[in-house]
């Protein structure tokens, strides 16, 4: 009987590994991502892991079953010339899997369940998106609210209060073990932020701060920020929030004005700090919905919805760095890493990608706009630098092969 009672006893932690299939569900879900990643190595990585699947996930399983498993390093992204800086990293591919293992168990307690739940909140919770966040506004607009006023939590995913959080986590579930996990998760060694020239102050510290690009933080932030979404929805005004993009919506200015001031009021014990409307550019801002709003990479105006400038300029500006850094790499032999399949993949997956995350947009004209400025990057492409290319096959019968990346025999080891 006592060994009956404690067969049937699982635990949290033990879902992680037990049973097997529900890791192998982890590990197909981060793979389908990886594989479409704009990230080459990413790719590289993940089909190298799944060229050995069926003892990388034995290994894993044994691993956590025996809590063995460590977080490897993760590494930073690096600055782009001209841009923001955003602190991601790229976890490792079995980073990713532990990680998308435990954000399911965890989404699976009933109280984490619940605090979920908040209809307002749409970053990170399971079956919603940018779409279902910007059909709210505009079903908010139709329903007569007429004024806005957007911010951004500063530096949000850096600025978690670490023990806070793991305080609100160890109430949500009682499983050491899980916990424990957790905490090296959140606290993984990120290599190579000096050696980048990257700021460290955006990184997280003993303190503070979760890593931006990792399975787990947004549900944490989502979690820590539960209250303020309860508090900041009220009948009179609306809160929408995107993880750290935040948007409130009412019939009246002196209310958006009074939701904001309680909305600080409530993040400053958390160490969070919002975007006053005084420090201009496109963090902060507030104006009437009828002259239209930008928000989470879309404008919104008399029910008409498309990317942003910013958006679509970014795209074509990814569309221009992805043929760069093929032609170069073409052009210093580097077969094995550029090819013109290279290329045309890496520009099929970012089109592909982008085409997706804005498809819900009714406005029509920016595609096709769009379309005619990516023909003409491709035409420019096939009609200069790729016969500047071509000519050197001249020298070497078998160079054309490689540079499309048609394998040849006699490269194969």
């Known amino acids: 009987m006592e060994l009956k009672t404690q067969m049937s006893k699982k635990t949290l932690y033990s879902k992680l590994y037990s049973p097997q299939k529900d890791l192998h569900e982890s590990w197909r879900h981060v793979y389908s991502n990886a594989s479409k990643s704009k990230s080459r190595e990413t790719r590289y990585e993940a089909q190298e892991y799944k060229e050995n699947e069926l003892n990388n996930m034995y290994n894993l399983a044994r691993r956590l079953r025996e809590k063995k498993f460590k977080f490897k390093p993760e590494k930073p992204t690096p600055r782009k010339k001209g841009k923001t800086y955003r602190p991601l990293v790229k976890p490792p591919i079995e980073n990713r899997i532990a990680q998308r293992r435990m954000l399911e168990v965890l989404q699976s307690v009933p109280s984490i369940k619940e605090l979920l739940k908040?209809?307002?909140?749409?970053?990170?919770?399971e079956g919603r998106g940018v779409?279902?966040?910007?059909?709210?506004?505009?079903?908010?607009?139709?329903?007569?609210?007429?004024?806005?006023?957007?911010?951004?939590i500063e530096n949000f995913y850096g600025s978690i209060p670490k023990d806070h959080l793991f305080s609100i986590m160890s109430d949500l579930i009682n499983d050491s073990d899980l916990i424990e996990l957790l905490i090296k998760a959140v606290n993984v060694e990120v290599q190579g932020i000096e050696s980048l020239g990257l700021p460290p102050a955006l990184y997280p510290t003993e303190e503070t701060g979760v890593l931006q690009g990792a399975s787990l933080s947004t549900m944490l932030g989502n979690i820590l920020l539960h209250e303020f979404d309860t508090a900041l929805n009220e009948k009179s005004v609306v809160c929408i929030r995107y993880i750290d993009d935040i948007l409130l919506l009412s019939n009246s200015s002196r209310r958006l004005k009074a939701a904001?001031?309680?909305?600080?009021?409530i993040l400053k014990p958390l160490g969070l700090k919002l975007y006053d409307l005084s420090s201009g550019g496109h963090k902060a801002?507030?104006?009437w919905m009828s002259?239209?709003?930008?928000?989470?990479?879309?404008?919104?105006?008399?029910g008409i919805v498309k990317p942003s400038k910013k958006s679509r300029d970014h795209l074509l500006e990814e569309v221009d760095g992805v043929i760069y850094e093929g032609y170069t790499a073409m052009c210093a032999g580097k077969h094995d890493e550029a090819t013109l399949r290279h290329v045309l993949t890496d520009l099929n997956n970012l089109i592909k990608g982008w085409g997706h995350a804005y498809s819900f947009c009714n406005e029509e004209k920016y595609r096709?706009?769009?379309?005619?400025?990516?023909?003409?990057?491709?035409?420019?492409?096939f009609t200069k630098r790729w016969l500047q290319l071509k000519r050197k096959a001249s020298r070497?019968?078998?160079?054309?092969?490689?540079?499309?990346?048609?394998?040849?025999?006699?490269?194969?080891?």
Not at 118 to 125: A, Q, V
Not at 292 to 301: N, R
Not at 397 to 409: A, E, T
Request: aromatic share 10%; with cysteine.
């Open 118 to 125: 908040t209809e307002n909140s749409f970053g990170g919770i």
């Open 131 to 152: 779409k279902d966040a910007i059909h709210k506004v505009t079903s908010l607009v139709e329903q007569g609210y007429t004024c806005f006023l957007k911010t951004d």
């Open 368 to 381: 096709l706009a769009l379309d005619k400025h990516i023909d003409k990057r491709l035409d420019e492409f």
């Open 260 to 265: 904001f001031s309680n909305a600080e009021r």
């Open 396 to 413: 070497d019968p078998f160079y054309m092969r490689r540079l499309l990346g048609v394998p040849l025999l006699q490269d194969i080891e």
């Open 285 to 287: 801002g507030s104006g």
């Open 291 to 302: 002259s239209g709003v930008e928000f989470l990479g879309c404008e919104i105006k008399n």
